[in-house]
């Protein structure tokens, strides 16, 4: 994409967004104390035979550990393996909105896609109900 096009989607579309879910943190955080944001996200199936799932918290700089041992115990519940933080962390959402000094956790959820998609990943799988089941639960 040429340098202007580039420029005019991140002040027509990356700004706004940030700023809207920055306020929605905010919101939410007044409202009931605190807030937490779930950023979902899906992997290729890099792991197999290990985790199935990443939760991500920057090493403990975006979310309070409470938060993500929740996610993990809904995962663990499940029967599925899961890892913190390896191999993704989280990335700019997590670094922009997590600050859980401020009382606004983010965690990123890695779901690997060979749990929800079929063998060519272009449609949703045997398991696609179990897993939205999953996600909910961790809500």
Known sequence: FPGEEIAARILADHRPYH????ETLRLARDRFGCA???????MPPI?????RIVT?????????VRFVRRVESVVSTEGLRYSRN???AGGHILERH??????IHAIQLELDRSLYLDSTFDKPGAN??????????II
């Open 36 to 42: 937490v944001l779930l950023d979902l996200h899906s």
């Open 56 to 64: 991500g918290d920057r090493f403990g700089r975006s979310s309070s």
């Open 86 to 88: 390896v191999p993704y």
């Open 19 to 22: 700023a809207a879910l920055r």
């Open 98 to 103: 997590g600050n859980p000094a401020t009382h």
């Open 47 to 51: 792991l197999q035979g290990n985790a």
């Open 128 to 137: 696609f109900d179990a897993i939205v089941r999953l996600v909910r639960g």
